[in-house]
């Protein structure tokens, strides 16, 4: 039987010792070891599991300094060994060239026949491959098939035969091949860019062979053609020296000691005998404009429609598609280009007709496009104008039809009135 402290209903932790007839005294002392014991290996795996957490953080920081991870994924290390094993390229317009070279050769012909591709696709393939790898050592496409066939305009599968031609080639060369990523890679990939990653694409290295280096010769860069100024700034300079070599002078060296530096030429012989105040007083502009200019929106509509239709950029100047538009009924204050160019695309769907892709002669089909529609219709600018007006009307009306209902609301202080005059109404009305 337990004993109770001072009549208490509950007994003391410390005076009250629980025996057992069988065990005795000593049960007490196992559960204490036992309880020291599970204490002791909790903090023992307690501090392997940060142990393990802290190599795990090394390993990981590690792993993505040393591969040198760039980019919104995460790459497959490659070995220093075959690292070091593969070559670079020679430079991305070369390598290329070296490319279009081998494919267009009857070995590369061959090689596309046999893996079910064209010339013309795997070379979109590795051009665009050029595009994502190190401009220094053509190393480091590291991007996915699918993205790969997405900039290059051609399947995934499209992707896996250009790939074969080139490694055929002895142009390009896989490093590493995509596979799932390890435990310690998943977390060094989310380390990197913040999200998870299980899986990475192969990672291909472009390489200039040494056979192809000697025999392909560089492309050819056309210099450039200087400008019209610079032609026109050395022919002055060169005029000037034979004029200034071609004077004589009483001194030999430079001016005489009298003689001042800027002369004795007066501006009032200049401004007397000067062609342009010669000009001036027989009454004639300085600088007479040879035409009359376009208006500004006849030029501005001109620039919208070239914008807005690309086959019109083969015109040479835009005063051609001006001269167009000021000879048809369009008129320019109400049509913008892009109304023009929306009007034309509609009645070429009517018709089931399609924009052609090149125009030899802009000019010419557009006049001819222009005869064959009305344009004495309200232009969408126009209507869409009139759309913005009636909308705005009706929003003005419903703001009147609200401040008209709101004035005939009473306040708080004219019901009170009311209220107060019926009162005295009903009071005056009461039998005495």
């Not at 600018?381 to 703001?399: H, P």
Request: net charge positive.
């Amino acid at each position: 039987m337990q004993v109770l402290s001072q009549g208490s209903s509950h007994p003391e932790p410390g005076t009250t010792v629980h025996k057992n007839s069988t065990f005795g005294a000593s049960h007490t002392g196992a559960a204490a070891k036992t309880a020291v014991h599970s204490t002791t290996e909790d903090a023992d795996e307690w501090a392997k599991a940060v142990r393990e957490a802290t190599e795990n953080v090394a390993r990981i920081e590690a792993l993505n300094a040393e591969s040198g991870q760039r980019g919104n994924s995460w790459a497959l290390p490659v070995t220093t060994g075959r690292r070091a094993r593969t070559p670079i390229w020679s430079g991305r317009a070369q390598w290329q060239h070296q490319v279009r070279t081998l494919l267009n050769s009857p070995t590369g012909t061959e090689i596309c026949k046999k893996n079910t591709i064209s010339t013309e696709a795997a070379f979109a393939v590795a051009v665009t491959h050029a595009s994502l790898a190190e401009g220094k050592t053509g190393r480091g496409v590291t991007a996915s098939r699918e993205r790969i066939a997405n900039r290059a305009g051609v399947s995934v599968t499209v992707v896996k035969r250009a790939r074969r031609v080139l490694g055929a080639l002895g142009m390009a060369v896989e490093q590493e091949r995509g596979r799932y990523l390890t435990k310690i890679e998943s977390m060094a990939a989310e380390a990197h860019h913040g999200h998870r990653q299980f899986r990475a694409a192969s990672v291909w290295a472009l390489i200039s062979p040494r056979a192809a280096v000697t025999t392909i010769t560089a492309p050819f860069t056309k210099s450039r053609k200087p400008s019209r100024a610079t032609l026109r700034s050395a022919a002055y300079r060169t005029r000037t020296r034979a004029r200034a070599a071609s004077r004589t002078s009483p001194h030999p060296s430079g001016r005489g000691p009298l003689s001042p530096s800027g002369g004795f030429v007066l501006p009032s012989l200049v401004l007397k005998f000067s062609p342009t105040h010669a000009h001036t007083r027989a009454g004639k502009p300085k600088n007479p404009q040879r035409t009359t200019p376009r208006p500004i929106e006849l030029q501005r509509t001109a620039a919208q429609l070239i914008a807005h239709i690309p086959g019109l950029k083969t015109a040479r100047h835009v005063g051609r598609i001006c001269d167009v538009l000021a000879n048809t009924d369009i008129d320019v204050t109400r049509w913008t280009g892009r109304d023009i160019a929306r009007k034309l695309t509609a009645d070429t769907q009517s018709r089931g007709w399609v924009w052609p892709t090149q125009l030899t002669r802009p000019t010419a089909f557009l006049r001819w496009r222009l005869a064959q529609i009305d344009w004495s219709q309200p232009s969408p600018a126009e209507r869409a104008r009139e759309n913005d007006r009636t909308r705005l009307a009706e929003q003005a009306a419903r703001r009147r039809e609200i401040r008209e209902r709101d004035s005939h609301v009473a306040t708080a202080h004219t019901r009170a009135e009311i209220m107060k005059q019926l009162r005295e109404r009903l009071s005056t009305r009461r039998p005495a």
